[in-house]
């Protein structure tokens, strides 16, 4: 994948836009997954995600081709998250009630036909619940354990993409899940 990448970078830097298009394809449901889980926005991870792409191509002639694309390239958009929360007020959240009904939020339109709804009504709190406290986790926390366990990326890439050393992501990975634990005992 990454030799991929890499004849795909060559051509972009010879001025074959359609090369970076071939990128984006490969990359952008990944990016836009990772986004999501930080932002817990559609329309914000779609335009951070959008970003992303437009700064990794404006700024393609310092990527180092020895590394994966895909980390220096989560790393955009990681960073780019972390400064979107930084500078978002709390204005909704998913949890969020939808106007004109009783009870409902933007998790009970998703449906399933195989649980049971009192299975579903479970789940979707359970999951909400999650999505929530990792919400309130500090920044560092987040970044790491949406990195860690619902992207599933590797401690090493973690590593490179929030430019810390491995221990402090260990470390922040472990306290993240301590805080994660505290914060869902009562469930």
């Avoid at 792409?53 to 590394?67: E, G, K, L, P, W």
């Avoid at 390239?73 to 106007?99: F, G, M, Q, S, W």
């Avoid at 979707?124 to 929530?132: F, H, K, L, S, T």
Wanted: with cysteine; glycine share 4%.
């Amino acid at each position: 994948m990454n030799a991929l990448v890499n004849k795909r970078i060559a051509k972009v830097l010879k001025g074959d836009q359609n090369a970076f298009a071939e990128i984006v394809e490969l990359y952008q449901h990944q990016l836009f997954q990772i986004c999501y889980r930080m932002l817990g926005n559609k329309q914000e991870a779609e335009d951070i995600a959008q970003e992303a792409f437009m700064r990794a191509y404006v700024n393609i002639h310092t990527f180092d081709q020895n590394r994966k694309f895909s980390t220096w390239l989560y790393r955009i958009a990681t960073n780019l998250c972390i400064d979107r929360i930084r500078k978002k007020k709390p204005d909704y959240h998913l949890d969020a009630e939808v106007r004109g009904t009783e009870g409902l939020n933007m998790y009970s339109k998703v449906a399933n036909d195989d649980e049971l709804p009192e299975e579903e009504l479970m789940r979707m709190e359970v999951q909400e619940r999650v999505q929530y406290e990792i919400s309130r986790l500090p920044d560092k926390y987040r970044a790491a354990i949406v990195l860690k366990y619902i992207e599933e990326l590797p401690l090493a890439e973690i590593s490179e993409i929030l430019d810390l050393p491995l221990g402090t992501v260990k470390t922040r990975i472990h306290r993240g899940r301590e805080a994660l634990r505290k914060q869902l005992s009562n469930l």
